[in-house]
């Protein structure tokens, strides 16, 4: 691989939490956590050079985590197979955090950051499956730094992930949080006797070799970083909106939406768009107090596939409204309920996989957004430049979107892509710019001058 970034871990240590409540050592995952099951999930943030030296960044993650793991004590313990039904349980007997402290003689201006392989990939150092936590630090040669919040999708969601850091950074501030946070994955019981509509077994696939694309299949997809200024999600939403103003997940899904029926051109008749559905707030009243500082995963998803020359000629807000109704349609309490029963009854036979994104059928996108959760990543030592999710190339073939708030706050977007080189092409030359590829320099990080004798 080109452009590598050397990185070289100067020490690995346990932190434990200083007083965790008292609790069963082994703690069950819900069956919405069963749904994406164990595999590691990292949240990268990158920090431009602090006043601070490194060795009090150091200083105050060690100090502080102690503290903060006695609100978040499973994420100290491990992940293990049950050893008759062989699911993933955790076991909550404080082992610790692993922390990883490493540096780079690389510079941030130097690095590829449009390119996930050459920039995210690199920076996450590989961490164990049995923990639920690998808090990495990384110093570059510039004095900025990465830090790393690496975990497994059993424990969290996407709202989990960015929910994390965010308590951290609260905790840090205040000596609170904002929401106390709940670990309890008890409050999704399957029915007695389950129900669910027969259906749902067409729209999982078991991620087993056999049903996936190969491996070099996966491998030719590009993971691509794009920007998405201010002024441009508002100029979208704007087209985007009929009688109602579209959602910014509305109308980057009906631009995306666009790109995609262009990609697919004459090779398809239809194309799709499939959204991670975040539940917390759709819910019915029962659920209202347990999902205050829920961290567990509570998402579904859903999917539309239309006419590629239907998207192509109808405008933004025909797009925006067809999303819309899609995630609507799974925003519901019953929705949620049928997903836990049908795990029930299906979670032995092993790992499975919304089968919208195995790569089979019409071209299609899977989008997850984060734009409605609150980023606040500053610990004490600035504001990230940029925070992105990461997680290792799997052997989907569907193209994924995955839509971040700008943790400067300035209204604009991160977008992390995996996607077909002919989308990736038909993306980069649309004439409006809408996703512009990140770079070092429009991230702040610039060579510095040379100096002239």
């Known amino acids: 691989m080109k452009n590598m970034i050397p990185i070289q871990v100067k020490q690995r240590t346990l932190i434990k939490a200083s007083n965790p409540p008292s609790s069963p050592p082994q703690a069950t995952v819900s069956n919405l956590d069963l749904i994406f099951g164990h595999f590691q999930i990292s949240l990268i943030s990158i920090y431009p050079p602090s006043s601070s030296s490194f060795e009090t960044i150091i200083s105050t993650i060690k100090t502080n985590l102690p503290a903060f793991l006695n609100h978040f004590y499973p994420f100290s313990g491990r992940i293990r197979p049950d050893p008759v039904t062989n699911l993933p349980y955790l076991f909550c007997d404080n082992s610790g955090v692993e922390f990883v402290i490493a540096e780079s003689e690389v510079p941030l201006c130097s690095i590829d950051f449009g390119d996930v392989d050459r920039s995210l990939h690199q920076i996450q150092i590989p961490f164990g499956l049995d923990l639920p936590l690998s808090l990495q630090l990384v110093r570059f040669a510039c004095g900025g730094f990465s830090v790393s919040w690496s975990t497994s ?50 729209e999982f696939t078991l991620y087993k070799p056999d049903a996936l694309i190969n491996v070099l299949g996966g491998a030719s997809l590009l993971r691509k970083i794009y920007h998405v200024e201010a002024a441009d999600v508002g100029r979208i939403r704007v087209r985007a909106s009929g009688h109602v103003r579209a959602t910014r997940l509305e109308a980057m899904s009906a631009y995306l939406w666009k790109l995609l029926a262009t990609a697919t051109g004459e090779l398809d008749t239809t194309c799709r768009l499939a959204w991670l559905v975040d539940g917390r707030t759709r819910l019915g009243s029962k659920y209202n107090d347990a999902m205050r500082g829920y961290l567990g995963n509570v998402i579904s998803y859903t999917w539309r596939e239309e006419r590629v020359d239907e998207i192509k000629k109808q405008s933004l807000a025909y797009g925006a409204r067809l999303t819309k109704e899609a995630i609507e349609d799974v925003a519901c309490e019953e929705r949620f309920e049928q997903l836990v029963d049908w795990m029930e009854e299906h979670k032995a036979a092993g790992k499975w996989t919304e089968t919208v994104g195995v790569g089979l059928g019409a071209p299609t996108i899977v989008i997850s957004s984060m ?42 977007l991160f977008v992390s892509a995996r996607l077909w080189p002919r989308l990736a092409e038909v993306i980069e030359q649309d004439a409006e710019r809408v996703f512009r590829p990140v770079t070092a320099e429009s991230l702040g990080f610039v060579p510095a001058p040379v100096s002239r004798l």
């Open 153 to 202: 999708h059993l424990l969290l969601d996407g709202h989990g992930l960015i929910t994390l850091p965010t308590a951290w950074s609260d905790f840090l501030r205040t000596g609170a949080f904002l929401e106390s946070p709940s670990h309890e994955r008890s409050i999704f019981v399957p029915r007695s006797p389950p129900q669910y509509k027969p259906s749902l077994k067409q």
């Open 371 to 412: 734009i409605s959760f609150r980023v606040e990543l500053d610990f004490g030592f600035g504001a990230p430049v940029m925070t992105l999710p990461w997680l290792r190339p799997s052997r989907l073939g569907s193209c994924s979107f995955t839509i971040v708030r700008n943790p400067k706050k300035d209204g604009s």
